[in-house]
C-alpha cells in the first residue's frame, strides 16, 4: 500500500514538472512570435527606408577614398593629418569646389577615384588651410554668445537644375551680411598676378548665390589671403611685393540674376559631362588649368639663363635699348618661352588619367632639351 502511494506521488512530481515544462515552452513560443513580429516590423521599416534612399540617389554615397603613399616616412600622426579623407562623392550633386573645376577633372576624379594616389606631402597646402580654419572657428567659439555675430564652416546647399549644390562657407559675418573666404597664397605669386583671382570670385558668388535661397542676404565679399612664403624684406626690394604677410581683398558681388545664370551654366556643363566619354570632355580652360602667360626672356649669346623676363616683346626690346651697353646689345637676343600648363604638370590629382596631361608629358620628354618647355595646347 505504502508503495503504490510512493509511486503515486512521483508520478504526480513527474506530472506537475511536465506541465511546467509545457508552460515554460508556451512561454518561450509567445516570447519568440513577438520577436519574431518584431523583427518583421523593423524589416519592413529597413527596406522601406532602404527604398526612400535609393529613390533619392543624392543620399547614396559613392564611396572610395584615395591611395595615400607615404613615400618620405613621415610619422603616423602627421601622414594622417595630411592624407586625403574624402570619402568618395554622392552622385547628382556637386560640391562648390568642384563646380569651379574643370568638368574633364571632376569626371576624372570620380571615374578613377579608387585608382588615384597621392604622396602625404602633397597634401601640405591643404593640412594648412584646415588648420588655419579649425584656429578661426575655435577664436569664434571663444567669443562669449551675446557679442557673437559670426558663423564659421558654415554648410549651405541648394538645388540647381535637379541637382544638390554643396558647400561649407569659411566665415559669415551676420551683422553685416559679408562673406569670407580664407585661402593660402604665395606672396611671389600675389606679386605676379595679383591677389584677387576670378575663381575667387566665382566661388564666393556661388556661396552668396546659395545663401540667398537659405533666406540670407548677403552684402559684400571679401578674399582673406594668407601668404605662406611672406618674406619681410622682399617688400623693399619690389613695389609690387605684398606689404603685409595676410591681405584683404575685396571682390565683386553679383547680384541675384547674374549668380543664377552663373550657377545654371556651370551646373548645365557638369551635368552634360557626366554623361559623356572622357574622350568627349573638352580639356579644362586655361584659368583652370593654371596656365602661365608666356614670357620673353632676354638672353645672351651662348649664355644658358636669361638675363631677364619680362611680361611683353616690347619691354624686351626696351630692355635691351635701356640697359645694356650700346657695343654689346648685338650680343642679346629676346625668345618667347610659351607658358605651362603648371597645374597639369603638377599639381592635378586626374593629371594621371587625364588625356591632356599625358600629351603634355609626352612632350616635355621629347622635348627636354627644349628651352621653349611645353607646348602650348
Ligand atoms: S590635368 Fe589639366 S586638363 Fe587634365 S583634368 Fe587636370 S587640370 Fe584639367
Not at 200 to 217: D, E, F, P, V
Not at 327 to 336: F, L, N, Q, S, W
Request: proline fraction near 5%; glycine fraction near 6%.
Amino acid at each position: 500500500m505504502a508503495k503504490s502511494s510512493k509511486a503515486a506521488d512521483l508520478m504526480r512530481a513527474k506530472e506537475d514538472a511536465l506541465r511546467q515544462s509545457e508552460a515554460g515552452v508556451k512561454s518561450l513560443r509567445e516570447t519568440l512570435h513577438l520577436q519574431e513580429n518584431q523583427l518583421t516590423e523593423a524589416t519592413t521599416e529597413l527596406d522601406k527606408l532602404r527604398a526612400t534612399i535609393s529613390k533619392d540617389p543624392r543620399k547614396n554615397w559613392v564611396s572610395a577614398t584615395i591611395q595615400t603613399t607615404n613615400e618620405h616616412g613621415l610619422p603616423e600622426p602627421l601622414f594622417e593629418a595630411l592624407r586625403d579623407k574624402r570619402r568618395g562623392y554622392k552622385p547628382y550633386s556637386l560640391s562648390v569646389t568642384d563646380m569651379l573645376k574643370g568638368p574633364l577633372q571632376v569626371q576624372i576624379e570620380r571615374r578613377f577615384r579608387h585608382r588615384l594616389s597621392e604622396d602625404a606631402m602633397d597634401g601640405v597646402w591643404r593640412l594648412l588651410g584646415n588648420a588655419i580654419h579649425y584656429v578661426v572657428e575655435q577664436s569664434v567659439r571663444d567669443i562669449p554668445p551675446e557679442f557673437r555675430h559670426y558663423e564659421t564652416e558654415m554648410d549651405v546647399e541648394g538645388d540647381v537644375l535637379g541637382w544638390a549644390l554643396r558647400g561649407r562657407l569659411d566665415l559669415l559675418d551676420k551683422l553685416t551680411g559679408t562673406l569670407w573666404d580664407f585661402k593660402t597664397m604665395s606672396a611671389v605669386g600675389v606679386k605676379i598676378r595679383g591677389g584677387l583671382q576670378d575663381d575667387h570670385i566665382g566661388q564666393l558668388n556661388i556661396y552668396a548665390h546659395l545663401l540667398r535661397g537659405m533666406g540670407w542676404t548677403p552684402t559684400g565679399l571679401k578674399v582673406c589671403g594668407i601668404l605662406r612664403d611672406w618674406d619681410k624684406f622682399e617688400q623693399f626690394r619690389d613695389w609690387r611685393y605684398p606689404k603685409t604677410p595676410i591681405i584683404v581683398m575685396d571682390a565683386p558681388l553679383w547680384d541675384s540674376a547674374e549668380c543664377e545664370e552663373y550657377v545654371r551654366d556651370a551646373m548645365r556643363y557638369h551635368q552634360w559631362a557626366a554623361d559623356q566619354e572622357l574622350v568627349h570632355i573638352p580639356i579644362c580652360t586655361p584659368e583652370q588649368r593654371w596656365r602661365d602667360w608666356p614670357v620673353f626672356s632676354v638672353v645672351r649669346k651662348g649664355a644658358t639663363r636669361a638675363t631677364r623676363l619680362l611680361d611683353t616683346e616690347l619691354e624686351a626690346y626696351e630692355f635691351i635699348n635701356d640697359e645694356i651697353r650700346e657695343e654689346d646689345r648685338g650680343e642679346y637676343h629676346v625668345i618667347r618661352r610659351e607658358g605651362k600648363d603648371k597645374k597639369c604638370l603638377a599639381y592635378c590629382l586626374a593629371s594621371q588619367f587625364c588625356p591632356h596631361a599625358k600629351l603634355l608629358r609626352e612632350a616635355n620628354k621629347k622635348g627636354a632639351k627644349d628651352d621653349a618647355g611645353p607646348p602650348v595646347c
